[in-house]
């Protein structure tokens, strides 16, 4: 432990996850902390996060972004959900739409509850007809929350996230932090100093032999670590025997059409494809297992699957999917790509680096580095990655595919016990129990099940004391709600050209 006082950050490597957490930083910690970025324009960055959820509009608004600015700034388009295919079986299709609930509860019980025995007698629609979200996704239908319609009403209250560029929203920070301070520094680390006696690291010292001192120390130097690993060989946590895909491919291809309001994930022969659509061009890649297809065969299916023309080569990308086993370790906190890798099947990689952000601030040190700050942001880390991972676990597992080697490796393997215990109760009963502060809520949950095709064999009893014409009516009622404010919604496309077009790039 030491008792020095905090007042001099160091973040190495730039990229989305440093250049969040120095904006983040100038605008909440202020002008007595002394923010230095070092990065170098010869490193390359992955690049490939693109797609986000409904967090990264509470950070933008904590440093209190301009939305359309943002929007247009970074190319931008509008995210529903996430749309996936052939993932259950061969032909399947559903949407993880995001939002606060399916339908509208029905005294103590969620409304999926009533769907499940409407359905088993043959009286409900699809699950995805009684949410905004996974209804209106689909049909191109977009807009933001409207203030003129009553609290209760589905149009009130919509959420969701955004594609966008990740090197325009880098640029975008970058220009945001150094208007507030922060310090960009170029050159090549070429030695990481650590104190003998306590093993923190002091300063790191450039290829030109300059040395930057600091007390705090924020890893984002991508997959190698080189601080939180490299220098203080902290160790990593290996999840792929439950994420068997260990590499990507990522490829910019032509804009074709309007831009759809949802990520595509389609599932391939040993792994999957994801689509995202800007403004100016789509972004694709093809997430997959070195171990059930070569290299240059998955660049032949990624190539063959786009809509539109390829705008380059694919780009390759190798990782282990997992965490550290310490994201803060002495004084170095490791975020985004130093921290750990979740695949971004559900676009979980910026949220990462801003919880990471988040949980540091709230947990900063008054006074030095207390092991009791450092012990709970590690526990609170652990945590949200154990539960992305089984999240993520649950969309490989639950399948019916036996087409392919991988998807029966993936259909027939142990999962982590959390998870069995997750779906256990779900097939049973239809029942779900939020783990604390996990990021993924009950609405989450239910669609991804009902969707990979597991089905409650029963119902809540309490569905029983409502009669069933009530309940029918209810449910139709809800259907039919959600079904005209779909209807009201403009295009996707026509509320990107009133709000937020943005200039055509050179």
């Given at each position: 432990m030491t008792q020095s006082a905090i007042r001099n950050i160091v973040i190495v490597g730039g990229g989305t996850a440093g250049w969040m957490a120095a904006a983040a930083f100038a605008k909440v910690l202020g002008p007595r902390y002394d923010i230095r970025l070092i990065e170098s324009e010869l490193i390359g960055t992955i690049g490939v996060g693109e797609a986000s959820v409904p967090h990264l509009k509470a950070f933008n608004n904590l440093l209190q972004i301009d939305e359309i600015d943002f929007v247009r700034k970074t190319q931008g388009t509008f995210k529903l959900g996430i749309q996936f295919h052939d993932w259950g079986r061969i032909g399947s299709t559903y949407v993880h739409g995001f939002g606060t609930a399916i339908g509208r509860d029905l005294g103590l019980l969620p409304f999926h509850q009533y769907w499940i025995k409407a359905r088993q007698a043959g009286r409900a629609a699809d699950i995805g007809a009684y949410s905004l979200n996974t209804l209106a996704?689909?049909?191109?239908?977009?807009?933001?929350?409207?203030?003129?319609?009553?609290?209760?009403?589905?149009?009130?209250?919509?959420?969701?996230?955004?594609?966008?560029?990740?090197?325009?929203?880098?640029?975008?920070?970058?220009?945001?932090?150094?208007?507030?301070?922060?310090?960009?520094?170029?050159?090549?680390?070429?030695?990481?100093?650590?104190?003998?006696?306590?093993?923190?690291?002091?300063?790191?010292?450039?290829?030109?032999?300059?040395?930057?001192?600091?007390?705090?120390?924020?890893?984002?130097s991508g997959f190698r670590g080189l601080l939180i690993e490299e220098a203080l060989h902290t160790g990593y946590d290996d999840f792929s025997h439950w994420l068997p895909c260990d590499r990507a491919l990522a490829v910019q291809s032509e804009k074709v059409g309007p831009p759809t309001p949802y990520t595509r994930s389609t599932a391939r022969e040993a792994g999957w494809q994801w689509r995202i659509p800007l403004q100016h061009r789509t972004g694709n890649g093809y997430v997959y297992s070195s171990h059930h297809i070569s290299d240059d065969e998955a660049a032949a299916v990624l190539l063959r699957n786009l809509d539109a023309p390829a705008l380059g080569d694919p780009r390759p990308l190798r990782f282990t999917v997992g965490r550290r086993r310490k994201c803060w370790n002495r004084n170095v906190v490791a975020l985004g790509l130093a921290s750990g890798f979740m695949e971004p099947l559900e676009s979980t990689s910026i949220h990462l680096v801003q919880s990471g952000i988040s949980k540091l601030l709230n947990l900063f040190p008054r006074q030095g580095i207390s092991e009791v700050l450092v012990d709970r942001y590690n526990a609170q880390l652990a945590f949200e990655f154990d539960r992305i991972r089984d999240f993520l676990v649950l969309h490989y597992h639950a399948t019916e595919r036996d087409d392919s080697a991988f998807w029966r490796q993936c259909r027939d393997m142990s999962v982590p016990p959390e998870l069995q215990a997750t779906i256990d109760l779900f097939r049973d009963s239809g029942r779900f129990f939020r783990n604390a502060d996990e990021m993924f809520a009950e609405i989450s949950w239910v669609q991804v099940m009902l969707g990979q095709g597991i089905m409650p064999k029963a119902y809540h009893p309490l569905v029983d004391q409502v009669a069933d014409a009530d309940m029918y009516r209810f449910i139709e009622g809800v259907g039919q709600t959600i079904a005209r404010c779909v209807d009201a919604m403009p295009e996707h496309q026509a509320f990107i050209d009133r709000f937020c077009t943005a200039e055509v790039p050179a």
């Open positions: 996704a689909p049909r191109g239908k977009f807009m933001a929350s409207a203030s003129d319609v009553p609290p209760s009403s589905p149009l009130a209250n919509i959420a969701y996230a955004y594609h966008f560029d990740a090197g325009l929203y880098a640029r975008y920070l970058r220009a945001y932090s150094e208007a507030r301070g922060v310090r960009r520094m170029e050159g090549l680390i070429e030695e990481v100093v650590l104190s003998p006696e306590s093993g923190f690291v002091t300063a790191v010292r450039l290829k030109d032999g300059e040395e930057i001192a600091g007390d705090l120390f924020i890893d984002c």
